[in-house]
T-cell receptor
Framework: RKEVEQDPGPFNVPEGATVAFNCTYS??????FFWYRQDCRKEPKLLMSVYSSGNEDGRFTAQLNRASQYISLLIRDSKLSDSATYLCVVSLMDTGRRALTFGSGTRLQVQP | DADVTQTPRNRITKTGKRIMLECSQTKGHDRMYWYRQDPGLGLQLIYYSFDVKDINKGEISDGYSVSRQAQAKFSLSLESAIPNQTALYFC?????????????FGEGSRLTVL
């Protein structure tokens, strides 16, 4: 079983739609969670961290459910520019030496 | 100029050749990483270094070696390249003191082994 699993998609949605992605992780000791965005043939970039209480950044909302070991990303009012692959990332920070573990990504295509 | 620079950006080589991918950064970060990305598999960690004297194997280190020549430089070598090492390789850095978890990636090096 992969440590971090995501639905690869693609999710094809019209402009203005609301879309949600889920991600599950296998290690219950995981402590830090992130969503990265990767445009086609480009490097990944941090979109937002995910906090236990949930957090929002403009049209983007991230939530964490530790009991069920999943993370979600909600995008409201989708824009064409939101088309990208969204990577779920988890980390075991207690050791201080573990690098981040990436999911394989969910591809979003927003259509006019 | 990019904060994390990878060279070469694209390379085509033959099986058995030695290849070096270089990474340099101007962010002043102490932690550096090498990842490879294959379609449908996400990013896999090859090696990472938390300072100049610290080198650690990642998930898929077999067939690779690294050198941390200075705080700002971290190179990845394939001593004898094979076709299944064809992939997109990313170097990344992070600031260990802040430990925010954010990685800063270079633009990637696309390697094709024939």
């Amino acid at each position: 079983r992969k440590e971090v699993e995501q639905d690869p998609g693609p999710f094809n949605v019209p402009e203005g739609a609301t879309v949600a992605f889920n991600c599950t992780y296998s290690n219950s000791a995981s402590q830090s969670f992130f969503w990265y965005r990767q445009d086609c043939r480009k490097e990944p970039k941090l979109l937002m961290s995910v906090y236990s209480s949930g957090n929002e950044d403009g049209r983007f909302t991230a939530q964490l459910n530790r009991a069920s070991q999943y993370i979600s990303l909600l995008i409201r009012d989708s824009k064409l520019s939101d088309s990208a692959t969204y990577l779920c990332v988890v980390s075991l920070m207690d050791t201080g030496r573990r690098a981040l573990t990436f999911g394989s990504g969910t591809r979003l295509q927003v259509q006019p | 100029d990019a904060d994390v620079t990878q060279t070469p950006r694209n390379r085509i080589t033959k099986t058995g050749k030695r290849i070096m991918l270089e990474c340099s950064q101007t962010k002043g970060h102490d932690r550096m990483y090498w990842y490879r990305q294959d379609p449908g598999l996400g990013l896999q960690l090859i090696y990472y270094s938390f300072d100049v004297k610290d080198i650690n194997k990642g998930e898929i280190s077999d067939g690779y070696s690294v050198s941390r020549q200075a705080q700002a430089k971290f190179s990845l070598s394939l001593e004898s390249a094979i076709p299944n090492q064809t992939a997109l390789y990313f170097c990344a850095t992070s600031d260990g003191d802040r430990s925010t978890g954010e990685l800063f990636f270079g633009e990637g090096s696309r390697l094709t082994v024939l």
